[in-house]
């Protein structure tokens, strides 16, 4: 993302399953038309996701980036982070840095 752009961050909570992948798909859309910049998909608070809804996430990505955007995903949880691996989706949606792996570095001594 750049860092100059404006950024639309869209917060989704629950289980994104096939019944709400139609509203997630609406909701992203809606945001990249009427937003200039990136799209952040924040899923800290999503409590499973399924591998249709990770492939609509995936092709949003490829319309932003039609128009120099993106779609990114903040707060992916192990499942989610394993599900696109796993999927090879990966390499399609960029994911933001987990802050928490971070965390736990130690400082050296002064």
Do not use: K
């Not at 752009?5 to 289980?15: E, K, P, T």
């Amino acid at each position: 993302m750049d860092g100059d752009r404006a950024v639309h961050v869209v917060v989704l909570i629950g289980a994104l399953d096939l019944r709400r992948t139609s509203e997630v798909r609406t909701t992203i859309y809606g945001a990249l038309a009427r937003q200039d910049g990136d799209v952040v998909i924040d899923l800290s608070e999503v409590t499973s996701v399924n591998l249709t809804t990770l492939r609509m996430l995936a092709i949003a990505n490829r319309v932003a980036e039609r128009t120099g955007r993106a779609v990114v995903l903040r707060g992916c949880s192990t499942g989610v982070r394993r599900l696109l691996h796993l999927s090879r989706l990966r390499p399609l949606i960029p994911v933001e840095p987990d802050a928490t792996a971070f965390s736990d570095v130690s400082h050296p001594a002064q």
